[in-house]
C-alpha cells in the first residue's frame, strides 16, 4: 500500500462539544500520542474571526497559542477556516484571509491550512490557495456535503479546483450518508480532472466512517482524517485507534497500541 498521510482533528472537530477550550496539559498529552501512533498530522483547531461568546484557544489557533505548546519535532500542525467568513457580500476579502494567517510558513509553527466550503462558493475562493501557496503552506479544499453532489457537479468541481494552486482536494461526508459504493463513485468523478492528492473526511452517522474510510484508501486516496475515539460533530468521525490498526495491517508494521 502506497504511504498514506493520516491526519487527526479531535481537537478541531471535538471542539463543537466544548467550544474548543481544552487544557494545556491535556493538549501536550494528546500531541506526545499523536506522535507514539506515527501521525503526520494534527489539526489543532480553527482560526475563526466570529467570537460571539466564549470559546477556547483550539478555536483560534493563534501563534502564541501555538507557541506554548509542546509539539513533537515530526507532528505537523493543521488549522481549518472557514471559506465564508472570507467572503463579504458575495465576493472574496483577501485582506481578512491576511488577519488569519499574517506569517508565511517559516514563521509560523502552522504547516498545512485547510479551507472549508461549500461547492457553491468554490470558484470565488480560488485566489485563497495561491495566496496560501505563495507563503508556503500545504493547503487543502475540504469539500462540505460530498454526498448531497450528483457526478456532474464532482466532475466540475475537480476542473475548477485542477486549475488552482490547491495541493489537497478532501471530499467531506459532513452528513454521514456515503457508503462504500457512493465513495468510490465520488472518488472516480472526482479524478476525471484532478490528479493531484485526495483526501476524505468521514462521519459515522450510518456507523461507516472506517469502511468508508478504508474504502477510500482502496479507491487510491492520499489522507485520511480521524479523531480519538470518533470525538466529533454530531455521531462524529472515523475512530483514530481503528484506523491505525487497520492501516498498520495493510502495512505489516507496528505502533505502540
Same mark, same amino acid.
Given at each position: 500500500m502506497k504511504? $498514506?498521510?493520516?491526519l487527526d482533528c479531535s481537537?478541531?472537530?471535538?471542539?463543537y462539544?466544548n467550544?474548543w477550550?481544552?487544557?494545556?496539559d491535556?493538549i501536550?498529552?494528546?500531541?506526545k *500520542?499523536?506522535d507514539?501512533?506515527?501521525i503526520?498530522?494534527?489539526?489543532?483547531?480553527?482560526?475563526?474571526?466570529?467570537?460571539?461568546?466564549?470559546?477556547?484557544s483550539?478555536?483560534?489557533s493563534?501563534?502564541?497559542?501555538?507557541s506554548?505548546l509542546?509539539?513533537p519535532?515530526?507532528l505537523?500542525? @493543521?488549522?481549518m477556516i472557514?471559506?465564508?467568513?472570507l467572503i463579504?457580500?458575495g465576493? #472574496?476579502?483577501?485582506?481578512?484571509?491576511?488577519?488569519?494567517?499574517?506569517?508565511?510558513?517559516i514563521y509560523?509553527? *502552522?504547516?498545512?491550512v485547510? *479551507?472549508?466550503?461549500?461547492?457553491?462558493?468554490?470558484?470565488k =475562493?480560488?485566489?485563497?490557495?495561491?495566496?496560501?501557496k505563495d507563503?508556503g503552506?500545504?493547503?487543502a479544499?475540504?469539500?462540505?456535503?460530498?454526498?448531497d453532489?450528483?457526478n456532474?457537479n464532482?466532475?466540475?468541481?475537480?476542473?475548477?479546483?485542477?486549475?488552482?494552486?490547491v495541493?489537497v482536494?478532501?471530499?467531506?461526508?459532513? #452528513?454521514?450518508s @456515503?457508503s462504500?459504493s457512493?465513495?468510490?463513485? $465520488?472518488?472516480? @468523478?472526482l479524478?476525471?480532472?484532478w490528479s493531484?492528492q485526495?483526501?476524505?473526511?468521514?462521519?459515522?452517522?450510518r456507523?461507516l466512517?472506517?469502511s468508508n474510510? =478504508?474504502?477510500?484508501?482502496?479507491c487510491?486516496?492520499?489522507w485520511v482524517?480521524?479523531? =480519538?475515539?470518533g470525538?466529533g460533530?454530531?455521531p462524529?468521525? @472515523?475512530k483514530?485507534?481503528?484506523?491505525?490498526?487497520e492501516k498498520?495491517e495493510k502495512?505489516s508494521?507496528?505502533i505502540n497500541?
Amino acid at each position: 500500500m502506497k504511504p $498514506i498521510k493520516h491526519l487527526d482533528c479531535s481537537l478541531r472537530d471535538g471542539g463543537y462539544y466544548n467550544n474548543w477550550d481544552f487544557k494545556d496539559d491535556l493538549i501536550n498529552q494528546y500531541l506526545k *500520542v499523536l506522535d507514539s501512533i506515527n501521525i503526520d498530522f494534527c489539526e489543532i483547531g480553527f482560526r475563526f474571526f466570529n467570537n460571539k461568546g466564549f470559546k477556547g484557544s483550539c478555536a483560534f489557533s493563534t501563534e502564541e497559542f501555538l507557541s506554548s505548546l509542546i509539539i513533537p519535532k515530526n507532528l505537523k500542525i @493543521a488549522i481549518m477556516i472557514n471559506a465564508n467568513e472570507l467572503i463579504e457580500e458575495g465576493d #472574496l476579502t483577501l485582506n481578512k484571509l491576511k488577519k488569519l494567517i499574517p506569517l508565511k510558513s517559516i514563521y509560523s509553527k *502552522v504547516d498545512m491550512v485547510r *479551507v472549508a466550503c461549500h461547492s457553491e462558493v468554490i470558484e470565488k =475562493i480560488l485566489p485563497v490557495f495561491d495566496f496560501l501557496k505563495d507563503y508556503g503552506y500545504i493547503s487543502a479544499c475540504n469539500i462540505t456535503q460530498i454526498s448531497d453532489k450528483t457526478n456532474e457537479n464532482l466532475v466540475d468541481l475537480s476542473y475548477l479546483l485542477a486549475s488552482s494552486k490547491v495541493d489537497v482536494l478532501y471530499f467531506a461526508d459532513s #452528513l454521514g450518508s @456515503a457508503s462504500p459504493s457512493s465513495i468510490e463513485r $465520488i472518488v472516480k @468523478a472526482l479524478r476525471t480532472n484532478w490528479s493531484g492528492q485526495l483526501g476524505i473526511h468521514a462521519h459515522d452517522n450510518r456507523g461507516l466512517a472506517l469502511s468508508n474510510t =478504508i474504502k477510500a484508501i482502496e479507491c487510491g486516496v492520499d489522507w485520511v482524517d480521524s479523531t =480519538i475515539t470518533g470525538i466529533g460533530r454530531g455521531p462524529g468521525n @472515523a475512530k483514530t485507534e481503528e484506523l491505525i490498526i487497520e492501516k498498520n495491517e495493510k502495512n505489516s508494521s507496528s505502533i505502540n497500541l
